[in-house]
Every structure is written in C-alpha cells, then in structure tokens.
C-alpha cells in the first residue's frame, strides 16, 4: 500500500513537470517588415526604439529598409512591434 501511494506520487511529480516543461525556452519568432527612414540616425533610433521586454534583436537596413525583429510571441505581438517601430520616427 505505501509502495503505491509513492509510485502515485512520482508519476505525478513526472506528469505535472513534464506540463511545466513544454512552456520553457518557447521559441522565438523572426519576422521582417518595412519601416521607413533615410539615414544612419534613423537606423539607430528605430533599433533602440525595440529594446524592450520580449524583443531579442532587431536589425534595421538602411538600403532596402527592412526591420528584422526576433521576439517572443508570448510577451510582445506583431501590432506592438510595428507601432514602437512607428513612434521611433
């Protein structure tokens, strides 16, 4: 009876760190959308401008103006990142 008791107890230990486990380390997502701008000025502004919470990276190029941005979808959505990326200018 006791052996049972702790065989329970392990698999649920097993099932509920197995559940807690599947939320870590989610993967984050790389998306790239045009944003507008003319210099090396912008390019700064616009980059620090995505320095928050749930953004990784975010590189801007200046020629095709292209704005890389590497998040997680979990704590920031797309329409967030465009308008952040939108009030930098």
């Known amino acids: 009876m006791k052996l049972r008791k702790y065989f329970t107890l392990l698999c649920l ?4 760190h197995a ?19 003319v210099c090396e000025q912008c390019r700064q502004r616009i980059q620090k401008s995505l320095k928050i919470k749930g953004v990784s990276a975010a590189t801007w190029d200046v020629g095709t103006k292209i704005l890389t941005v590497t998040y997680k979808p979990a704590s920031v959505s797309f329409a967030q990142l465009h308008h952040t990326a939108a009030a930098a200018g």
């Open 19 to 37: 559940a807690y486990g599947q939320g870590i380390g989610a993967a984050d997502t790389t998306a790239s959308f045009k944003v507008f701008g």
């Open 13 to 16: 230990f097993l099932l509920a």
